[in-house]
């Protein structure tokens, strides 16, 4: 994962340090979550058009949580001493 390291070092030299672009991740993992739950929750009949389009877009969602769910845990384990400091 050298593009996270990559991407994570022009978050630092933004000034970002590992909190902020932990928070920041949070944050889209929590706006996905409330989006997915609002869809999944919604019991109206669509017709099969969107029924089909709803379903893609669960299916993205739960894409999107997995894989900000594994950014966090790698960005997570990187240890703060391999972080450029401020």
Known sequence: ???????LQKSCDKTLTK?????SLFHMIEI???TLNHIQSDTRDFGPELEELKNT???DLEF??????SLVNYIS???ESKI???
């Open 32 to 34: 996905n979550e409330n």
């Open 77 to 79: 384990a990187i240890p």
């Open 19 to 23: 909190g902020e672009v932990l928070h």
């Open 84 to 86: 450029a400091q401020k």
């Open 64 to 69: 999107h949580l997995k894989y900000y769910r």
């Open 1 to 7: 994962m050298d593009w996270i390291d990559a991407l």
């Open 57 to 59: 877009e669960i299916k």
